[in-house]
């Protein structure tokens, strides 16, 4: 079955029949419309588009590197996946174009005109992944989704290091929204309060990009005890307990309890104020089902439901082709998603990721406007 290829073509046909002429800050223009919502049952299989070849190894480390509290784009570049090169990119060319006398840290020589010149992209991209001392000044975002995740504001100051005693320095702890969540979810689950936020206000100005997909919230559900028993008893065989007593058990639910089977289902939403449907929403879909499993598995629960609220949602002008392409296609059956649980959720590495089953129509290239 799969519940995330046709509402994903039905938005693109939508946006197509009645999205609006919009112009947009790349100058790249845009149809739009204001507001769509999607929901998708992750029982069902997960997420993955299958009417084009996802970047799953971008889709992973991404969200990896949000979990570590990471703003610099070199864990990214150095695990080939380079999302987020040209924000940075374009934050270098703005400082270094300023600049009154070439500095040679941040131009490259060109022995044919005997002149230094601007970088590439892709000289950028290699000068940040194999020097440190560059990446470390041009390879920030600023604070973005990492910073705000998992080290919002400032609500201590501890130091850094020490020499003979003394701090050599000081660095700022703010508040794990991330833990802060799990923490809730574990001990106050029907609370409607398990809110993660990446709209920071006072913070905005400081970022290569403001956060896209700016919030998310959780939501969880008792498990009827038939639903827990089929988590025991995929097959089935279940049924036999409900005519039984289950000695030494006083109830079904005790037997359960025994081996720590789920006892409630988690369900996800996210909101995004500004969506590109065609390169970015495919990827923004992975990425929360990714999260929502990794929640699920932190805190006992199965995995529910997954729902994408959108606004100002667009397909990009030099998009359109590619769109109409896609919407032609026929989808294929979802993949299905195996988790290794980590220690904690900051502990997961891309190895412990491993996506059965994933057939898929074949990619489609689009330029990303920046």
């Not at 223009?29 to 919502?37: E, N, V």
């Not at 299989?45 to 480390?61: D, S, V, Y």
């Not at 002149?115 to 950028?124: C, D, H, P």
Request: hydrophobic residues 35%; proline residues 5%; glycine residues 8%.
């Amino acid at each position: 079955m799969n519940n995330t290829d046709k509402p994903y073509q039905d938005l693109l046909k939508r946006i197509l029949d009645e999205g609006k002429l919009r112009w947009d800050r790349t100058g790249t223009g845009t149809i739009s419309i204001f507001s769509h919502t999607l929901e998708m049952d992750m029982a069902d299989g997960f997420p993955l588009l299958t009417t084009k070849k996802m970047f799953t190894k971008g889709i992973i480390h991404e969200l990896l590197w949000f979990l570590k509290g990471d703003t610099n784009i070199q864990y990214l570049v150095k695990n080939g996946v380079n999302i987020w090169t040209p924000d940075a990119y374009r934050e270098y060319k703005n400082y270094a174009g300023k600049l009154e006398e070439p500095d040679y840290d941040v131009h490259i020589d060109n022995p044919n005109e005997n002149r230094v010149r601007l970088m590439t992209i892709e000289e950028f991209g290699d000068r940040i992944k194999t020097d440190d001392k560059f990446a470390k000044t041009y390879g920030k975002l600023g604070p973005v989704y990492g910073k705000q995740w998992v080290n919002w504001g400032v609500v201590d100051r501890v130091p850094s290091g020490w020499h003979h005693g003394a701090p050599t320095g000081y660095k700022d702890i703010g508040i794990n929204q991330i833990q802060q969540a799990i923490d809730t979810l574990n001990n106050n689950p029907e609370s409607r309060r398990i809110m993660v936020s990446a709209w920071n206000v006072g913070e905005i100005s400081e970022m290569a990009l403001p956060p896209c997909h700016w919030a998310f919230e959780l939501y969880t559900e008792e498990l009827t005890l038939e639903e827990r028993f089929k988590i025991k008893y995929p097959d089935g065989s279940f049924y036999a307990f409900f005519n039984n007593p289950i000695y030494p058990y006083k109830t079904a639910h005790d037997y359960l309890n025994s081996d720590n089977t789920p006892t409630r289902r988690l369900s996800l939403k996210w909101h995004q104020r500004s969506v590109d449907t065609f390169l970015g929403l495919p990827f923004n879909i992975a990425s929360y089902g990714f999260l929502l499993h990794m929640l699920a598995q932190q805190t006992n629960m199965v995995v529910g439901t997954l729902i994408g609220d959108l606004t100002n949602v667009h397909i990009y002008k030099n998009h359109i082709d590619q769109c109409k392409e896609q919407i032609g296609r026929e989808p294929f059956a979802l993949a299905k998603l195996e988790l290794k649980k980590g220690k904690d959720i900051f502990s997961y590495s891309y190895d412990d990721f491993k996506i059965d089953n994933y057939i898929s129509h074949d990619s489609i290239k689009g330029e990303i406007s920046v």
